[in-house]
């Protein structure tokens, strides 16, 4: 019914920069907060960032002032900037969605399938 998509996980060295994006398909109403996640080895999945439809965002102290997220409403789709990158900063990224569907009208807790991003030192 719903599928989001990521692209754009990878491996840099520490002080680089990736961009993680991710775009919602299927029959989509409309979709409210949309978010990334990360979990690394041995840990729990945490909250990295997070925008509502709004553009009102919220990050993880460890990621403020490095990463930005933004969203195109217009095209379902959800971005993660990830700027001066440390090597605690690698982990499966994933995208989260928030999805009105219709037929009936529902609201789902949408996940993506995860993006590896590595960070070297």
């Known amino acids: 019914q719903v599928q989001l998509v990521e692209s754009g996980g990878g491996l840099v060295q520490a002080g680089g920069s990736l961009r993680l994006s991710c775009a919602a398909s299927?029959?989509?109403?409309?979709?409210?907060?949309m978010g990334w996640y990360r979990q690394a080895p041995g840990k729990q999945r945490e909250l990295v960032a997070r925008?509502?439809?709004?553009?009102?965002?919220t990050y993880a102290n460890s990621v403020k002032g490095r990463f930005t997220i933004s969203r195109d409403n217009a095209k379902n789709t959800v971005s993660l900037q990830m700027n001066s990158l440390k090597p605690e900063d690698t982990a499966d990224y994933y995208c989260?969605?928030?999805?009105?569907?219709?037929?009936?009208?529902?609201?789902?807790?949408?996940w993506g399938q995860g993006t590896l991003v590595t960070v070297s030192s």
């Open positions: 299927g029959n989509i109403f409309s979709i409210g907060a």
């Open positions: 989260n969605a928030a999805v009105v569907l219709l037929n009936p009208l529902r609201t789902l807790d949408a």
């Open positions: 925008i509502t439809s709004g553009g009102s965002t």
